[in-house]
């Protein structure tokens, strides 16, 4: 029903900037909420910033508050994430994630995910 496809990872130094986007496509999008959620080599997944697609209100991972923005845009069913003042704790491969349409859901879909490196 929903595709995800992220883009704008790569290698940037530390103290640098990132934008990643992430496309949603398919018969319908009428997600409740969109997220990004990253992975670091042999570490858990962890929640980074979270958006309601409707009113806009963002959560934010304390690790991260203060340094990325996390945005969508309603006409093109995109969601973005601003990241800011990167540390090389920040390398991870980092997921779009989209709830269903009602608030009760959970992230039932997700992107293939695009690799964010920070070098020191």
């Known amino acids: 029903q929903v595709q995800l496809v992220e883009s704008g990872g790569g290698l940037v130094q530390a103290g640098g900037s990132l934008r990643l986007s992430c496309a949603a496509s398919?018969?319908?999008?009428?997600?409740?909420?969109m997220g990004w959620i990253r992975q670091a080599p042999g570490k858990e997944r962890d929640f980074v910033a979270a958006?309601?697609?409707?009113?806009?209100?963002?959560y934010y991972a304390d690790s991260v508050k203060g340094r990325f923005t996390i945005s969508r845009d309603k006409s093109k069913n995109t969601m973005f994430l601003e990241m800011n003042s990167l540390k090389p704790e920040d390398t991870a491969v980092y997921y779009c994630?989209?709830?269903?349409?009602?608030?009760?859901?959970?992230?039932?879909?997700w992107g293939q995910g695009t690799q964010v490196t920070v070098s020191s």
């Open positions: 958006i309601s697609w409707n009113d806009g209100i963002s």
């Open positions: 398919g018969r319908t999008f009428r997600s409740y909420r």
């Open positions: 994630a989209a709830s269903g349409a009602g608030p009760t859901t959970g992230y039932g879909y």
